[in-house]
């Protein structure tokens, strides 16, 4: 060793474009999979398009969501704790054997306006009842699939992103940081932005403040160079500040959550953001107890829940209509399992099997798909709703008729081909 | 960039609590990671007594490195596969490269199998303190044998450790000492002696040029000996003239030997180098910023470092009395040290490995096992710590570079690059022939106590993994969003409990297995991605 460098700085900054997992403000940039769906989506023919996925986190309980107006003595037989009254169900126009929990006015509006479907008993082959496993399962989300391959299609962690031709992260998750339903054995692209406090905080250059101390002093160090780490933070930074109005609808910071998420995905849909998929989510579905209030069973818990679920949609697309987006941005929302049939005798309900699903947007053919369910007069507490439409009809519907993949991409997507659904113009 | 705190406690003997923060903090600093039954075995000592055993503990050396480096396009015509290879005296292009990166992993084995002793990190010390480069030393026996030299006198004499390093044929090599003669003076052990190992660059330290070539003409006339792979002295090219040394020495005046007696200029040269108070504080900064916080302020010099260096002159510079005291002092285990350091990359994934109980095959298996070492070794490597290749003589920035110190380890390239690591060891591990080395993480959930309940499994497990404390909003949002899923409530938590016990009632049950297994995993990935991980 003849000369001595050591003065010369010996840290290499590599600017090789690595998008890696790391936490900015508490904001998680999680991988997602560079799955074969969303391969299949960004190279489809929808450009611009865009599906919100809003998981509704414990299982809904559907019977109550979508009542069976056209079978109401035998729903009001099997639950009699908690059935809502004849007279206080929402009525959906051009339909009357079927109505809504009276706390969602806004989606009966929505209905009415054309932009509404109603899936009705969706589920899966052979659900789980355990939450856990039916979320790991990986059944639910597209991007659960996505996972499992993921590892056999990119055994190397795939480094090819972002890139001119997709700058942005191909799924944004907002609201949980790590979704059950998105643990593959192998994430990639994709964040999560695991609350909406962290998301002002980056548009706004605010930083965690880390304590007066010596550890504190290193965290912030390290919270510092996350920031300049991270690839994602500036083109989520500057679509976020493209967009400066937004709706009036939305309730006040913090008092629904979910409407909080929401906003945040249509900031950066309005923005200018290429990414395909954003996942949202709210909890507090698991009504084993008490989900109404008894004096009024059109109160309570799941009322309150179903309310905050009406209400954020239904700022969620006046926003997009307001900021010019609204043709391009489809929703959905989806549970890990519906609840039972019967009613248990603490006023709450049991994890079952088939639920509805909404399905909002300008795009939307307002339609009720499948039919008001039916069970058989000898009730016992494990019978279930039974299974009208598997959930990957849907995501097959979507992908053929929103991102326009063609038919052999979405087959090898999903394993094999199944039906397309008619809610899409 | 300002101390925001300052450490006022002494080096006075620590008295207060022992519990699970004290003892992994000390485990944390002293060796790599907390590993939980070392700290269940501390936690029934003393804070003195366990500082006492990591310094004192004598445990047998290590074996030698063996040959794990056959493969398609080579195999060892002397060394037989599984053999010790140390005892070749052949070297040539095909098995030198080879045995250098056996040497490198074996002596990242011996990290992840370290016992419970402070002799490893003190080997990692030296090493950045010594430095040589395997790369420029290039014969992988050299390399070896000074790797040796330096776990043998992890927690000896410094003095006799500097002796026995100058004429190691590594450093001969390294810096040159091998063509230092006196018709063609090579100055650059003369002067990395002083400026680097011993007298330092401080405020202190006024050595001049002119002592750098008096003390490179001192070292005149040592070799090395291909044949025998040692060190020798060869008389006829010592330079016989008087050496004048400046008045920071004393003016120091070191008298021209002849003959074979000239071999012992250099133990006069070191008598006169360690005769300046300066050296005990030098090398007392440095294993206080090793040991403890990159910053030392007037406070930290007046109350920790100066009375330990009095102390490392008063043993003639042992250096097992000093560390004693400084790891047993008020000031060592002050609250405001615990994650003050940035973790080293080795620190970083050799301390993952041993926190986690990281399972590696059998040393049967040595090429699997090798192999599982170098590629943790490449990991640290691509974070920037590549052992036995440091950057340079100086050793690792973080080490010395004021004033960013140990914020060094983290860069744009690096953090994302140590939250890849810590992904891929709770997901995928590792792989090699179909074996696999990975973090069980329903193992290491199932020695936290009270795991059943998701708050205490959460809490339980910040605590073995960081040095700091978690906000309770954080360890509330991990528990709903990441172990629950993001059910909310109270209610539940039984969802927890109920999988942790269908998973205990019927461990054998892989649906139930699979989704402990899941949950923790997304729960560790999650712990260890967040910034507090990066702290010890």
């Known amino acids: 060793m003849k000369r001595r460098d050591f003065f010369r700085s010996t840290i290499p900054i590599l600017t090789m474009p690595v998008f890696l997992p790391s936490l900015v403000h508490g904001m998680s940039f999680r991988a997602w999979a560079s799955s074969p769906l969303l391969r299949a989506a960004a190279k489809g023919m929808g450009e611009g398009r865009v599906l919100v996925l809003i998981q509704l986190n414990g299982g809904n309980d559907g019977l109550n969501t979508v009542i069976p107006l056209e079978y109401y003595d035998a729903y009001r037989a099997a639950r009699t704790n908690i059935a809502i009254p004849e007279d206080k169900i929402l009525r959906l126009q051009g339909f009357d054997k079927t109505g809504l929990h009276p706390a969602m006015p806004e989606m009966q509006q929505l209905f009415a306006a054309g932009k509404l479907a109603i899936l009705q008993g969706v589920s899966y082959p052979q659900p789980n009842f355990s939450h856990f496993r039916a979320t790991d399962a990986g059944q639910i989300l597209p991007t659960g699939w996505a996972g499992r391959y993921l590892d056999e299609e990119y055994p190397q962690f795939p480094r090819n992103y972002p890139n001119p031709e997709m700058p942005d992260p191909l799924a944004i998750q907002v609201g949980s940081l790590v979704s059950p339903a998105l643990q593959g054995p192998s994430l990639t692209m994709g964040m999560a932005i695991s609350n909406p406090n962290s998301f002002y905080d980056l548009i706004n250059d605010k930083s965690e403040p880390a304590g007066q101390s010596r550890a504190g002093d290193q965290l912030a160090y390290i919270r510092e160079m996350a920031v300049k780490t991270d690839q994602y933070a500036g083109v989520i930074k500057s679509a976020a500040q493209k967009v400066t109005r937004q709706s009036d609808c939305y309730p006040p910071p913090g008092k629904n959550p979910l409407a909080d998420q929401l906003k945040i995905v249509a900031r950066l849909v309005a923005g200018g953001l290429k990414t395909r998929f954003y996942l949202v989510s709210m909890g507090g579905f698991d009504t084993h107890a008490r989900q109404v209030e008894t004096a009024d069973t059109t109160t309570g818990a799941h009322a309150k829940l179903l309310a905050r679920l009406s209400e954020a949609i239904n700022a969620f697309q006046d926003d997009l209509t307001g900021l010019q987006v609204g043709d391009r941005v489809m929703g959905m929302t989806f549970s890990e399992f519906g609840r039972r049939i019967q009613s248990n005798a603490s006023g709450g309900t049991d994890h079952g099997a088939a639920a509805p699903v909404f399905i909002f947007g300008d795009k939307v053919k307002a339609n009720i798909i499948g039919q008001n369910p039916v069970w058989p007069d000898k009730l016992t507490v494990n019978d279930n709703l039974a299974m009208q439409y598997d959930f990957r009809a849907i995501y097959s519907t979507m992908l053929e008729k929103w991102f326009q993949t063609d038919e052999s991409a979405t087959a090898s997507v999903l394993f094999k081909p199944y039906p397309i659904l008619p809610f899409i113009v | ?536």
């Open chain 2, 1 to 536: 960039m300002a101390d925001p705190i300052t450490v006022s406690s002494g080096i006075r003997r620590y008295k207060g609590q022992w519990q699970e923060a004290q003892v992994a903090h000390l485990l944390r600093r002293t060796m790599f990671g907390a590993k939980r039954a070392d700290a269940d075995y501390f936690l029934k000592k003393s804070p003195k007594k366990a500082v006492r055993e990591l310094v004192n503990a004598e445990y047998p050396l290590p074996g030698p490195p063996v040959n794990n480096y056959n493969d398609d396009k080579y195999t060892d015509p002397e060394i037989l596969a599984g053999a010790d290879w140390t005892v070749s005296q052949k070297y040539d292009g095909m098995n030198n490269g080879r045995r250098r990166n056996s040497f490198k992993s074996w002596w990242l084995g011996l990290m992840i199998g370290q016992e419970r002793s402070l002799r490893e990190k003190m080997v990692l010390f030296w090493h950045n303190h010594f430095v040589t480069e395997t790369n420029t030393v290039d014969n992988a026996l050299f390399c070896y044998q000074y790797n040796s030299l330096l776990r043998q006198h992890a927690l000896g004499n410094f003095k006799e450790l500097v002796r026995a390093v100058s004429t190691e044929p590594a450093m001969l090599r390294y810096l040159n000492g091998y063509a230092n003669t006196k018709k063609a003076p090579d100055e650059n052990y003369g002067r990395e002696l002083q400026e680097l190992f011993t007298v330092g660059k401080g405020p202190g330290s006024h050595y001049t040029e002119s002592d750098v070539k008096a003390a490179a003409r001192v070292l005149t006339g040592y070799t090395i000996n291909y044949k025998t792979f040692t060190s020798s002295f060869d008389h006829n090219r010592h330079d016989e003239g008087d050496k004048q040394f400046s008045v920071f020495y004393d003016n120091r005046l070191i008298r021209g030997l002849k003959g074979a007696a000239a071999a012992f200029e250099i133990d006069q040269l070191l008598d006169m180098i360690f005769s300046c108070e300066e050296v005990s504080h030098f090398i007392c900064r440095k294993l206080y910023r090793f040991f403890v916080y990159h910053s030392i302020d007037e406070e930290t010099e007046h109350n920790v470092i100066r009375p330990l260096a009095a102390l490392f002159r008063k043993k003639d510079y042992d250096i097992r009395p000093i560390l004693e005291e400084l790891l047993t002092s008020r000031h060592f285990f002050d609250p405001a040290n615990y994650g003050s350091m940035i973790k080293s990359p080795v620190d970083f994934t050799v301390g993952l490995c041993r926190e986690f109980n990281v399972a590696f095959p059998d040393a049967g298996q040595y090429a699997d096992l090798y192999g599982f070492w170098e590629q943790v070794r490449n990991q640290a490597a691509g974070l920037q710590q590549n052992i036995g290749d440091p950057p340079n003589v100086a050793g690792w920035q973080a080490y010395y570079q004021e004033p960013e110190y140990d914020k060094l380890w983290i860069s744009s390239d690096t953090l994302p690059k140590r939250n890849q690591f810590t992904d891929k060891m709770v997901g995928g591990g590792l792989g090699r022939n179909g074996k696999k080395v990975v973090i069980d993480p329903v193992a290491f959930a199932a020695g936290v106590p009270g795991v059943e309940d998701p708050d205490r499994l959460i809490a339980g497990s910040v605590k073995a993994l960081y040095s700091v404390e978690l906000a309770p909003e954080e360890l509330q949002f991990i528990k709903t969003n990441i172990l629950l899923s993001g059910l909310v409530g109270m209610a539940s938590d039984h969802y927890w409990t109920n999988a942790w016990l269908a998973y205990r009632e019927k461990p054998e049950d892989k649906a139930a297995r699979d989704t402990v297994t899941n949950k923790l995993k997304a729960l560790y990935r999650h712990l260890m991605d967040l910034p507090e991980y990066q702290l010890m």
